[in-house]
């Protein structure tokens, strides 16, 4: 049976969390929901707990439970999407809780018809302890259409999956790049704006994001970086406002990884160093793009060399 919204878990190794996850949307469970778990190869006991402690919600169909060999997560989410029949698909990480009122929320917006609707999200520690940092994708409440905020939501950098919800449709023509394992949300997502046609921003924080010493964000891998500058170069030739804030973030994003396992000043190919020089002469990016981002898409190798000599 056709749902309202399917709310998709890929989940790998993720035994310390993934029932503090899945107890905050099973409890949260009405007719017009599904969940639908990818369990990503793991090795651990991530597995007994979904099969012992959700056992009823698996019974009751309120859980789907898919078991796979690791394909990372972009193939995980994939998974779930081809699974999914709600008519929006909502995408939760495996450490993470949702807010007691996420369901009933995003149900109530979804009555608007939008093609991508966006919430807040709240930070908590490894313990589950709430921390006072909120964040939104931008702060423009409210229905708009693509056009009135495709340029912010680009300039903001902020392209955590969990922090909206998608038309399904949305996925027909888009999917999370196999292999990536890492900023596969960049790739995606930005494709998936640029087809949508209504965007509406909630001034609720419904989403609790858990700061996770073993996440992928604190472990970069070599990979990280060349995944990264393959797709910068597959987009370089695309000029729009909102493309070049996508490749001001992706310069700052990929000489992070470059600086943590390839090269320790950061350096960049030549062609993205002297593409990341132009846009930064576009005045527009001064004022939307966050300072830290230009400074270190512009100036890495020196910054980086001044913090290798402070420590």
């Known amino acids: 049976m056709n749902k309202t919204l399917t709310i998709i878990v890929p989940v790998y190794n993720g035994e310390r969390f993934i029932g503090d996850c899945l107890a905050s949307l099973v409890n949260q469970a009405t007719n017009d929901v599904d969940i639908v778990v990818v369990n990503d190869g793991s090795t651990d ?3 007994q707990i979904i099969q012992a402690e959700f056992r009823r919600s698996l019974d009751r169909g309120d859980l789907t439970y898919l078991s796979v060999p690791n394909g990372g997560v972009s193939a995980a989410r994939n998974l779930g999407l081809e699974r999914a029949s709600g008519e929006y698909v909502a995408f939760v990480d495996a450490d ?3 807010a007691p009122d996420y369901v009933t929320t995003v149900l109530d917006a979804t009555a608007e018809s939008p093609d991508i609707i966006e ?3 709240g930070s908590i520690d490894e313990y589950g302890t709430m921390l006072k940092d909120r964040c939104f994708v931008h702060t ?3 229905r708009h259409a693509r056009g009135e905020v495709l340029d912010t939501v680009f300039a903001a950098c902020l392209w955590y999956p969990f922090l909206r919800v998608f ?3 949305l996925f027909r023509k888009v999917r999370f790049p196999a292999g990536v394992r890492f900023c596969e949300d960049v790739i995606a997502l930005s494709a ?3 087809l949508a046609d209504t965007i509406l921003t909630l001034p609720d924080v419904l989403y609790h994001y858990r700061v996770n010493p073993t996440g992928a964000t604190l472990n970069v891998k070599p990979d990280y970086a060349t995944n990264l500058i393959d797709y910068y170069r597959r987009i370089a030739d695309d000029r729009s406002f909102a493309n070049k804030a996508l490749k001001i973030g992706l310069g700052y994003t990929i000489r992070g990884c470059i600086a943590k396992t390839i090269d320790p000043l950061g350096r960049m190919p030549p062609d ?3 593409d990341i020089r132009t846009l930064a ?5 001064f004022y939307h793009v966050r300072g830290r981002l230009l400074a270190y898409a512009i100036c890495g190798p020196i910054l980086y060399f001044v913090k290798r000599l402070v420590r």
């Open 96 to 98: 993470d809780i949702v």
């Open 281 to 285: 002469l576009t005045p527009r990016l």
């Open 140 to 142: 423009r409440f409210g």
């Open 119 to 121: 919430f807040g999200y």
């Open 272 to 274: 993205i160093e002297a």
């Open 167 to 169: 038309r399904r449709d």
């Open 192 to 194: 998936a704006y640029k």
């Open 45 to 47: 006991g991530t597995d």
